[in-house]
């Protein structure tokens, strides 16, 4: 069997320390992070990458969850796609239950796996948008702290993938950018690897 995967960058960090020792995979392809600001343009990325990978394996496995706008994708093709059940890479990663019970802590709270705190708040800019308000004589970061306010919390959440420090001194320093008090938690990747075995069968 050869399986392709898809994901977002931002579990790079997890799924690279998976896949090592998953023999079936074949191919694997990440793609932009942030690509959920933009659902509809997020789900027609995917529509065109499946079947281009499909060509070449067996079965896809898909590093999203929902999305906003991915639910029910994995049925639209003749060959076995496989999208974890969970609403976003925050749930794969936390679980749904750890991350509701965040939200239920602080509605105002910022997610970061490592993947997030590796992009920063210069993403944030670029798929905002943001960067066009330099044109303007405005700053960019000023404008992204606005949308902002309603945030109190940063949560940075260990996955346990290697760099810990340097991803916790990213999480620290966006949380700094953006007024927020630092947590942390731990989490592992059982789901995430749960999801990628069924891949597998």
Known sequence: MRLGVIACT?????????????????????LDAALHVYPQK??????????????????????????????????????????????????????PQRYAEEVRREVGTWFMTPGWAEIGAQLLIKELKLERAARYGRDPMEMARRLFTHYRRGIFIDTGVEGREAYMEKALAFCEDFNLTMETTTADTSLLANWLEKARL
């Open 10 to 30: 931002v579990l790079k960090p997890e799924l690279d320390l998976l896949l090592g020792s998953v023999p079936e995979v074949a191919e694997v392809v990440y």
């Open 42 to 95: 997020m789900l027609e990325r995917l529509l065109e990458e499946i079947p281009t990978m499909g060509q070449k394996v067996d079965a896809v496995f898909l590093g999203y969850g929902y999305c906003q706008s991915l639910r029910g994708i994995d049925e639209k093709f003749d060959f076995p796609v496989i999208l974890p059940q969970v609403d976003d890479c925050i749930s794969l990663l936390l679980t």
